[in-house]
Protein backbone atom coordinates (compact mmCIF):
# COMPACT_ATOMS: atom_id res chain seq x y z
CA UNK A 1 0.00 0.00 0.00
CA UNK A 2 1.68 3.66 -0.77
CA UNK A 3 2.63 5.67 2.40
CA UNK A 4 0.30 7.72 1.99
CA UNK A 5 -2.49 8.93 5.19
CA UNK A 6 -5.38 8.69 2.76
CA UNK A 7 -4.98 4.63 2.84
CA UNK A 8 -5.59 4.41 6.53
CA UNK A 9 -8.67 6.39 6.26
CA UNK A 10 -10.01 4.99 3.74
CA UNK A 11 -9.24 1.49 5.24
CA UNK A 12 -11.83 2.54 8.18
CA UNK A 13 -14.37 3.20 5.73
CA UNK A 14 -14.50 0.49 3.72
CA UNK A 15 -16.82 -1.81 5.65
CA UNK A 16 -19.69 1.23 4.80
CA UNK A 17 -18.43 1.63 1.55
CA UNK A 18 -18.66 -1.84 0.16
CA UNK A 19 -22.23 -2.42 1.76
CA UNK A 20 -23.13 1.34 0.16
CA UNK A 21 -24.44 3.17 3.07
CA UNK A 22 -21.45 5.59 2.96
CA UNK A 23 -22.64 9.36 2.60
CA UNK A 24 -22.34 10.36 -1.35
CA UNK A 25 -19.50 12.72 -0.63
CA UNK A 26 -17.32 10.63 1.33
CA UNK A 27 -18.22 7.75 -1.30
CA UNK A 28 -16.81 10.29 -4.15
CA UNK A 29 -13.53 10.74 -2.06
CA UNK A 30 -12.99 7.30 -2.22
CA UNK A 31 -13.51 6.46 -5.34
CA UNK A 32 -10.98 9.28 -6.12
CA UNK A 33 -8.65 7.59 -4.33
CA UNK A 34 -9.14 3.99 -5.66
CA UNK A 35 -8.58 5.64 -8.59
CA UNK A 36 -4.54 6.72 -7.62
CA UNK A 37 -4.43 3.78 -5.48
CA UNK A 38 -4.26 0.08 -7.16
CA UNK A 39 -3.77 -1.11 -3.56
CA UNK A 40 -7.07 0.19 -2.09
CA UNK A 41 -8.22 -0.65 -5.42
CA UNK A 42 -7.21 -4.54 -5.35
CA UNK A 43 -8.49 -4.26 -1.14
CA UNK A 44 -11.75 -3.36 -2.17
CA UNK A 45 -12.31 -5.64 -5.01
CA UNK A 46 -11.36 -8.79 -2.90
CA UNK A 47 -13.24 -7.65 -0.09
CA UNK A 48 -16.15 -7.31 -2.02
CA UNK A 49 -15.57 -10.86 -3.38
CA UNK A 50 -15.03 -12.08 -0.05
CA UNK A 51 -18.10 -11.04 1.03
CA UNK A 52 -19.81 -12.08 -2.26
CA UNK A 53 -18.65 -16.01 -1.71
CA UNK A 54 -19.77 -15.95 2.28
CA UNK A 55 -23.31 -14.61 1.09
CA UNK A 56 -23.50 -16.98 -2.31
CA UNK A 57 -23.00 -20.06 -0.03
CA UNK A 58 -24.78 -18.58 2.89
CA UNK A 59 -27.82 -18.46 0.82
CA UNK A 60 -27.85 -22.20 0.15
CA UNK A 61 -29.85 -22.18 3.95
CA UNK A 62 -29.02 -25.08 6.01
CA UNK A 63 -32.53 -26.96 6.54
CA UNK A 64 -33.05 -28.46 9.80
CA UNK A 65 -32.74 -32.20 9.62
CA UNK A 66 -36.13 -34.01 9.93
CA UNK A 67 -34.70 -36.00 12.82
CA UNK A 68 -33.56 -32.98 14.79
CA UNK A 69 -36.94 -31.59 14.61
CA UNK A 70 -38.57 -34.49 15.58
CA UNK A 71 -36.57 -34.16 18.41
CA UNK A 72 -37.00 -30.39 19.48
CA UNK A 73 -41.08 -30.90 19.03
CA UNK A 74 -40.77 -34.01 21.73
CA UNK A 75 -38.96 -31.81 24.11
CA UNK A 76 -41.01 -29.14 23.49
CA UNK A 77 -43.87 -31.10 24.38
CA UNK A 78 -45.22 -30.73 21.31
CA UNK A 79 -45.62 -34.46 19.80
CA UNK A 80 -49.32 -33.48 18.18
CA UNK A 81 -47.74 -30.93 15.91
CA UNK A 82 -44.62 -32.87 14.41
CA UNK A 83 -46.60 -34.28 11.68
CA UNK A 84 -47.13 -31.63 9.98
CA UNK A 85 -44.55 -28.17 9.14
CA UNK A 86 -46.31 -25.28 10.21
CA UNK A 87 -45.00 -22.07 8.46
CA UNK B 1 -35.72 -12.07 7.20
CA UNK B 2 -35.18 -10.62 11.06
CA UNK B 3 -38.02 -7.57 10.41
CA UNK B 4 -41.55 -9.80 11.18
CA UNK B 5 -44.51 -7.52 12.71
CA UNK B 6 -44.79 -9.29 15.79
CA UNK B 7 -48.87 -9.31 15.61
CA UNK B 8 -47.77 -12.08 13.03
CA UNK B 9 -47.71 -13.89 15.88
CA UNK B 10 -49.92 -14.01 19.22
CA UNK B 11 -48.32 -13.23 21.81
CA UNK B 12 -51.20 -13.77 24.03
CA UNK B 13 -51.33 -17.52 22.31
CA UNK B 14 -47.70 -17.91 22.96
CA UNK B 15 -48.06 -17.34 26.57
CA UNK B 16 -50.42 -19.61 26.98
CA UNK B 17 -48.39 -22.33 25.44
CA UNK B 18 -50.79 -22.71 22.76
CA UNK B 19 -49.63 -25.37 20.93
CA UNK B 20 -50.63 -24.71 17.30
CA UNK B 21 -49.00 -21.23 17.82
CA UNK B 22 -45.93 -22.06 19.70
CA UNK B 23 -45.39 -25.13 16.54
CA UNK B 24 -45.66 -22.50 14.29
CA UNK B 25 -43.19 -20.32 16.07
CA UNK B 26 -40.76 -22.90 16.18
CA UNK B 27 -40.99 -24.23 12.67
CA UNK B 28 -40.58 -20.30 11.78
CA UNK B 29 -37.28 -19.83 13.54
CA UNK B 30 -35.93 -23.49 14.12
CA UNK B 31 -33.96 -23.19 10.91
CA UNK B 32 -32.18 -20.25 11.19
CA UNK B 33 -31.01 -21.12 14.96
CA UNK B 34 -29.90 -24.53 14.06
CA UNK B 35 -27.54 -23.06 10.95
CA UNK B 36 -26.27 -19.82 13.60
CA UNK B 37 -25.38 -22.58 16.40
CA UNK B 38 -23.90 -24.89 13.71
CA UNK B 39 -21.59 -22.14 12.59
CA UNK B 40 -20.56 -20.74 15.99
CA UNK B 41 -19.98 -25.08 17.19
CA UNK B 42 -18.98 -26.83 14.22
CA UNK B 43 -20.63 -29.80 15.68
CA UNK B 44 -23.98 -30.77 14.86
CA UNK B 45 -24.74 -32.45 18.38
CA UNK B 46 -23.84 -29.25 20.30
CA UNK B 47 -25.90 -27.35 17.87
CA UNK B 48 -28.94 -29.00 18.69
CA UNK B 49 -28.99 -28.98 22.00
CA UNK B 50 -28.66 -24.75 21.94
CA UNK B 51 -31.79 -25.13 19.02
CA UNK B 52 -33.34 -27.07 22.01
CA UNK B 53 -32.47 -25.35 25.01
CA UNK B 54 -32.80 -22.09 23.03
CA UNK B 55 -36.94 -22.72 22.23
CA UNK B 56 -37.24 -24.57 26.31
CA UNK B 57 -35.81 -20.82 27.58
CA UNK B 58 -37.59 -18.80 25.01
CA UNK B 59 -41.06 -20.52 26.49
CA UNK B 60 -40.24 -19.96 29.82
CA UNK B 61 -39.00 -16.36 29.30
CA UNK B 62 -42.05 -15.46 26.87
CA UNK B 63 -43.97 -13.55 29.95
CA UNK B 64 -41.13 -10.87 29.98
CA UNK B 65 -40.78 -10.63 26.19
CA UNK B 66 -41.16 -6.67 25.68
CA UNK B 67 -40.90 -6.25 22.09
CA UNK B 68 -38.17 -4.13 22.00
CA UNK B 69 -36.71 -6.03 19.16
CA UNK B 70 -38.19 -8.19 16.88
CA UNK B 71 -39.05 -11.83 18.01
CA UNK B 72 -36.21 -13.49 15.78
CA UNK B 73 -33.78 -10.83 17.14
CA UNK B 74 -34.82 -11.74 20.67
CA UNK B 75 -34.15 -15.85 19.80
CA UNK B 76 -30.88 -15.12 18.01
CA UNK B 77 -29.74 -13.45 21.47
CA UNK B 78 -31.02 -16.48 23.54
CA UNK B 79 -29.14 -18.76 21.23
CA UNK B 80 -26.09 -16.98 21.33
CA UNK B 81 -25.98 -16.73 25.12
CA UNK B 82 -26.66 -20.59 24.89
CA UNK B 83 -24.40 -21.43 22.11
CA UNK B 84 -21.30 -19.26 24.28
CA UNK B 85 -22.09 -20.90 27.63
CA UNK B 86 -21.31 -24.51 25.16
CA UNK B 87 -18.35 -22.83 23.92
CA UNK B 88 -17.15 -21.51 27.71
CA UNK B 89 -17.71 -25.69 28.93
CA UNK B 90 -16.14 -27.69 25.98
CA UNK B 91 -13.16 -24.74 25.62
CA UNK B 92 -12.96 -23.27 28.90
CA UNK B 93 -9.62 -21.42 27.65
CA UNK B 94 -11.33 -19.89 24.92
CA UNK B 95 -12.14 -16.05 25.84
CA UNK B 96 -15.70 -15.77 24.89
CA UNK B 97 -16.35 -12.04 26.63
CA UNK B 98 -18.52 -9.97 24.13
CA UNK B 99 -18.55 -7.38 26.18
CA UNK B 100 -15.14 -6.54 26.66
CA UNK B 101 -13.37 -4.22 23.75
CA UNK B 102 -9.91 -6.16 23.77
CA UNK B 103 -8.44 -5.40 20.40
CA UNK B 104 -11.09 -3.38 19.02
CA UNK B 105 -9.07 -0.52 18.34
CA UNK B 106 -6.10 -2.91 17.15
CA UNK B 107 -4.60 -1.10 14.06
CA UNK B 108 -5.79 -2.79 10.95
CA UNK B 109 -3.13 -4.61 9.13
CA UNK B 110 -3.53 -5.35 5.68
CA UNK B 111 -0.70 -7.82 3.97
CA UNK B 112 -1.87 -9.21 0.86
CA UNK B 113 -2.55 -6.98 -2.25
CA UNK B 114 -2.61 -9.91 -4.87
CA UNK B 115 -6.02 -9.29 -6.70
CA UNK B 116 -7.93 -12.68 -7.01
CA UNK B 117 -10.98 -11.35 -8.19
CA UNK B 118 -10.34 -12.64 -11.76
CA UNK B 119 -10.40 -16.24 -10.49
CA UNK B 120 -13.57 -18.47 -12.61
CA UNK B 121 -16.57 -18.95 -10.63
CA UNK B 122 -15.46 -23.22 -11.01
CA UNK B 123 -12.56 -22.43 -8.78
CA UNK B 124 -13.82 -19.45 -6.40
CA UNK B 125 -16.41 -22.18 -5.52
CA UNK B 126 -15.26 -25.69 -6.01
CA UNK B 127 -15.74 -27.93 -2.95
CA UNK B 128 -12.65 -27.57 -1.65
CA UNK B 129 -12.43 -23.57 -1.57
CA UNK B 130 -16.55 -23.69 0.47
CA UNK B 131 -14.55 -25.98 2.78
CA UNK B 132 -11.62 -23.03 3.01
CA UNK B 133 -14.53 -20.66 3.12
CA UNK B 134 -16.07 -22.43 6.47
CA UNK B 135 -12.42 -23.11 8.05
CA UNK B 136 -11.78 -19.08 7.65
CA UNK B 137 -14.63 -18.26 9.53
CA UNK B 138 -13.86 -20.66 12.29
CA UNK B 139 -10.18 -19.24 12.81
CA UNK B 140 -11.60 -15.80 13.48
CA UNK B 141 -11.86 -14.69 16.77
CA UNK B 142 -15.08 -15.76 19.06
CA UNK B 143 -16.31 -12.20 19.00
CA UNK B 144 -15.51 -11.03 15.60
CA UNK B 145 -16.97 -14.47 14.59
CA UNK B 146 -20.16 -13.96 16.24
CA UNK B 147 -20.56 -10.68 14.04
CA UNK B 148 -19.63 -11.59 10.99
CA UNK B 149 -22.04 -14.69 11.23
CA UNK B 150 -25.23 -13.05 12.36
CA UNK B 151 -24.35 -9.72 9.63
CA UNK B 152 -23.19 -11.37 6.55
CA UNK B 153 -24.45 -15.03 6.46
CA UNK B 154 -27.63 -14.60 8.51
CA UNK B 155 -28.33 -11.10 7.20
CA UNK B 156 -28.96 -9.38 10.26
CA UNK B 157 -28.75 -5.56 10.09
CA UNK B 158 -25.98 -3.79 11.81
CA UNK B 159 -28.76 -2.59 14.93
CA UNK B 160 -30.42 -6.46 14.94
CA UNK B 161 -26.59 -7.50 15.45
CA UNK B 162 -26.48 -5.32 17.94
CA UNK B 163 -29.75 -5.61 19.81
CA UNK B 164 -28.55 -9.87 19.41
CA UNK B 165 -25.43 -9.18 21.28
CA UNK B 166 -26.17 -6.52 23.30
CA UNK B 167 -23.66 -4.23 21.63
CA UNK B 168 -23.43 -0.92 20.67
CA UNK B 169 -23.63 -0.11 16.76
CA UNK B 170 -20.59 1.48 16.65
CA UNK B 171 -18.63 -2.05 18.33
CA UNK B 172 -20.65 -4.06 15.91
CA UNK B 173 -19.58 -2.08 12.62
CA UNK B 174 -15.64 -2.36 14.22
CA UNK B 175 -16.06 -5.81 14.83
CA UNK B 176 -18.04 -6.17 11.04
CA UNK B 177 -14.71 -4.42 9.50
CA UNK B 178 -12.26 -6.38 11.15
CA UNK B 179 -13.87 -9.91 10.57
CA UNK B 180 -14.16 -9.07 6.92
CA UNK B 181 -10.45 -7.92 6.40
CA UNK B 182 -8.88 -11.42 8.47
CA UNK B 183 -10.97 -13.00 6.19
CA UNK B 184 -10.21 -11.41 2.92
CA UNK B 185 -6.51 -11.45 4.36
CA UNK B 186 -7.30 -15.63 4.61
CA UNK B 187 -9.05 -15.73 1.39
CA UNK B 188 -6.37 -13.82 -0.61
CA UNK B 189 -3.58 -16.20 0.70
CA UNK B 190 -5.64 -19.46 -0.45
CA UNK B 191 -6.93 -17.99 -3.78
CA UNK B 192 -3.73 -16.01 -4.80
CA UNK B 193 -1.77 -19.68 -4.60
CA UNK B 194 -4.10 -20.92 -6.87
CA UNK B 195 -3.83 -17.95 -10.07
CA UNK B 196 -1.76 -18.76 -12.94
CA UNK B 197 1.59 -18.45 -12.77
CA UNK B 198 2.09 -15.22 -15.23
Given amino acids: ?20 VLGEALCAEIERHIADCDDCRV ?14 TSSARTEIPTDVRSRLFRRLSLDDFIETKHL | MSDEPLQEFSLQLLREGNGAEVARLVDTYSAQIYRLALKMLSNPQDAE ?3 QNTFMKALQALPNFEGRSSLSTWLYRIAVNEALMSIRR ?11 DDGDEEDLLLTSFTDWCCLPEGELMSSEALHYLDK ?10 I ?6 LEGLSIRETGQALSLTETTVKTRLLRARLKLREMLSAYYGERLPLE
Fill in chain 1, 43 to 56: VVDTLKKTIYLYHE
Fill in chain 1, 1 to 20: MKDNLNCGAFLEEISDYVDG
Fill in chain 2, 49 to 51: DVL
Fill in chain 2, 147 to 152: VFILRD
Fill in chain 2, 90 to 100: SKPEVDVTLKT
Fill in chain 2, 136 to 145: AVQELPEKLR
